[in-house]
């Protein structure tokens, strides 16, 4: 008899594919402190951690992917498509390492277009529907907004793909030209939360993998 501990285990079946993009800033204001006397940077680094832990508990773990892009005055794909149910929630996913410059929100949506039309192009999207949900957090005003403008309204375009927004500040603060820009390029006003801790902000990255949005095959 074959023992059981050599038997594979069964992977439940896939019945859609959504890849999740965090678009991550790390620009040298994301060193101000933030909540717990830490970073803001060193926030966003716990709650990628958290809500990683939290969301790979999830019963349909097989129908997602993460990727993770950071950027200031250039943008880099830190993480490349990985499935949910392998990604490392341990890993530094801090916005700074090998930042620290001045923000342009759109060179990191445009890595992330890159990776959403890959994906939602892949052999498999034939028989799985796929869809591309775009997680931008930044703590400031992008500083070429128009090109920024420009750029998520293609991403708009396509409706396999939907930008969710955040801004990141420091507790008592406001800016209000940020969040103006942050609340245009989401694709939908509920799509956008204004965040002030690390919590606020994890749950910002659950509830927008959770959101629905209108695909078609």
């Given amino acids: 008899m074959e023992d059981l501990m050599d038997i594979p285990e069964v992977t439940e079946s896939r019945t859609f594919h959504q890849l999740g993009i ?20 060193d926030n966003v680094n716990l709650a ?11 019963s349909i773990v097989n129908n997602f992917s993460i990727a993770v892009i950071t950027f200031d005055d250039d943008a880099k794909v830190h993480t490349p498509p990985t499935l949910l149910a392998t990604i490392d929630d341990f890993a530094d996913y801090n916005p700074l390492n090998g930042h ?20 939602i192009a892949a052999p498999e999207a034939e028989g799985v529907l796929h869809d591309a949900k775009i997680i931008v957090m930044s703590d400031g ?26 801004l990141f500040l420091q ?15 989401a694709s939908a006003p509920n799509l956008y939360k204004t965040t002030y801790n690390e919590q606020d902000l ?8 959770s959101a629905k949005i209108n695909i078609t095959k």
Avoid: W, Y
């Fill in 171 to 185: 507790k008592g603060s406001t800016n209000d030209p940020a969040k103006s820009l942050l609340l245009e390029i």
């Fill in 202 to 209: 994890r749950k910002f990255f659950i509830s927008s993998m």
């Fill in 48 to 58: 990628v951690r958290e809500f990683l832990t939290f969301f790979k508990q999830s």
């Fill in 22 to 41: 965090l678009v991550l800033d790390g620009s040298g204001s994301m060193k101000a402190e933030g909540d717990l006397k830490t970073s803001l940077a």
């Fill in 141 to 166: 005003l992008c500083q070429q907004a128009d090109n920024t403008r420009q750029i998520a309204q293609r991403l708009k375009q396509n409706e396999k793909i939907a930008i969710c927004s955040a």
């Fill in 100 to 119: 620290g410059g001045g923000t342009n929100i759109g060179l990191g949506l445009a890595e992330a277009e890159k990776l959403a039309l890959a994906h």
